[in-house]
């Protein structure tokens, strides 16, 4: 009867309709197919039907940076809560996903250069390739290649591969350093931060709602 129950929700979620996507959502929880963090996650990515199955109203993801150039201790406990809600709700898996959905907009955009930190597109592209790899099967092999560019010499290449090999207490002040430098468009105040946030969206709410196991 369950899995009946789940493919008539199902049929009805391809309508289209908002109600009975939340319902499916809903369903989904209530069987196990769904983790209840990878549902607010979505959530607070903003997808309308996880935010009505979550039946409230919590805040929703805006990638906030600062208008000015700081030091980024002060810039993590002022600008930092969506760091800390996408690792608490997606673990280092969803932050890395989303660390490098937000950075090969960047990486495209060529807005890397304006920081004036060393760069080099290769290797910067090649540490969001390992990251990416190591986000999705957290594997020996690609965390020891994330070790090797967290050591290299340059420094787009090494921040962006130290989400994957520093501690849980140093992550915020990473995503937050790596975020402000690829944003930083010229007079140094922050560019392209709304795409920035769109590919994030884009890239973790199908993971998010995603079957399967959650760890994935």
């Keep these: 009867m369950a899995d009946q129950r789940l493919r008539d929700l199902e049929r009805d979620a391809t309508h289209g309709d908002l109600q009975a996507r939340a319902r499916l959502l809903r ?3 209530r069987v196990g197919d769904l983790a209840e963090e990878r549902l607010r996650l979505a959530a607070y990515l903003g997808d309308e039907a996880a935010r009505s199955a979550c039946g409230d109203a919590a805040a929703v993801f805006v990638l906030t940076l600062p208008d000015e150039p700081t030091d980024v201790t002060v810039s993590e406990r002022t600008h930092g809560e969506w760091v800390r809600q996408l690792l608490a709700l997606g673990g280092r898996a969803g932050l890395a996903r989303a660390v490098v959905a937000g950075l090969r907009v960047a990486d ?3 807005g890397l250069l304006a920081s004036g930190a060393s760069y080099s ?3 910067f592209r090649q540490a969001l390739d390992d990251l990416e790899a190591w986000a999705a099967r957290f594997d020996e092999a690609s965390l020891e290649r994330c070790r090797r560019h967290a050591d290299g010499d340059d420094w787009f290449e090494r921040a962006a591969a130290r989400i994957a090999v520093c501690g849980d ?3 915020v002040f990473n995503v937050m350093a790596v975020f402000s430098a690829c944003a ?3 007079g140094g105040r922050p560019a392209g931060v709304g795409p920035m946030q769109a590919a994030i969206v884009a890239a ?3 993971w998010a709602l995603a079957p399967g196991d959650p760890s994935a």
């Design 27 to 29: 369903e989904r929880l």
């Design 108 to 110: 495209q955009r060529r």
């Design 121 to 123: 597109r290769s290797l």
């Design 169 to 171: 207490d140093e992550v």
């Design 184 to 186: 930083m468009g010229p």
């Design 204 to 206: 973790l709410v199908p």
